[in-house]
């Protein structure tokens, strides 16, 4: 019985440990990368994204949404559910093909953006984005910054890394091209692919080295993704080298080091970042947080 009450207490302690820590946190960044297929998260030299792996948590096989191309996907991240739900379906969707099963005063399928300014209404909001696809997928009049990076993804990484010092947002998106147009134009798993991993690495570098800047590393959660991989110079697929894709977040309240075994969509990332903000998600999403990630 004695031991049986110290587990106990021992498991309380930690479930309070990690509530603590994750109300601590007042920003939460998320990085995504086109085309950063999970094959290549241990081969690739990026010792910054390495970095936050034995930091934080991680697994090179979360999954994309079908059909494995951008914007089906970039929808299903931030929109906590899938195609069926939200109606983008296509690689360039601007309006869903499907009509969404639902959507808010913003008139579309609620997403991550609309779910903070309706809770958090004061909350400052950020997002960065090189692919012009981008502007179609999320609540415009939710979001207090956003800059098209016009492809140049040193030009994104550098107005995002300005704009978390100055105004330090509850939440950042960058968006990267890279390395989707080096697979395209040179094919998935060459070495010009993983030599672009290393450029992707050092824009996350820039993040990573703002968030220190501006003070704010005890209170900022980082999450890296993706929107899906790619085998030769194409996707869209059903390969597991173009749906399976890297997942690394790390932060307070973050387990170091470790391998996440749960089963992760791409969907189940606007659900975690809801999760870490203590938002409700909208009955409409599929996603569900990813706790494993979590010290508890």
């Known amino acids: 019985m004695k031991n049986y009450l110290k587990i106990t207490l021992l498991l309380l302690c930690l479930s309070l440990t990690a509530t603590a820590q994750l109300k601590k946190i007042k920003h939460v960044v998320l990085i995504g990368c086109d085309g950063f297929g999970g094959y290549a998260l241990n081969e690739a030299n990026m010792p910054n994204l390495k970095g936050m792996m034995a930091n934080g948590s991680w697994t090179a096989k979360a999954r994309c949404v079908l059909p494995s191309s951008s914007a089906v996907n970039w929808a299903s991240l931030l929109m906590g559910a899938g195609p069926t739900e939200h109606g983008y379906t296509e690689w360039d969707s601007k309006t869903p093909e499907i009509p969404s099963v639902t959507k808010t005063s913003y008139n579309m399928f609620p997403g991550i953006f609309s779910v903070i ?126 749906i399976q894709i890297p997942w690394i977040i790390s932060g307070p309240g973050v387990r170091k080091n470790h391998e996440i075994k749960d089963v992760i969509i791409t969907y189940d990332t606007a659900a975690t970042l809801a999760w870490i903000m203590g938002l409700t998600p909208p009955q409409s999403w599929r996603g569900q947080p990813v706790k494993e990630a979590f010290v508890h």
């Open 117 to 242: 300014r309706d809770q958090k209404k004061d909350a400052k909001t950020a997002i960065v984005y090189s692919w012009g696809g981008i502007a179609h997928l999320f609540e415009r009049q939710s979001v207090n910054i956003i800059v098209d990076g016009k492809d140049k993804d040193d030009v994104c990484a550098d107005t995002a890394a300005a704009i978390i010092r100055k105004e330090k947002p509850l939440f950042t998106f960058l968006h990267l091209d890279e390395p989707d147009g080096t697979g395209h134009n040179i094919g998935h798993r060459t070495p010009a692919y993983y030599k672009q991993l290393e450029l992707v690495d050092q824009r996350i570098g820039k993040i990573i080295k703002a968030v220190k800047d501006a003070g704010i590393a005890d209170e900022t959660i980082i999450l890296v993704t993706a929107d899906h991989g790619g085998t030769g110079k194409g996707h869209g697929g059903k390969s597991l080298d173009e």
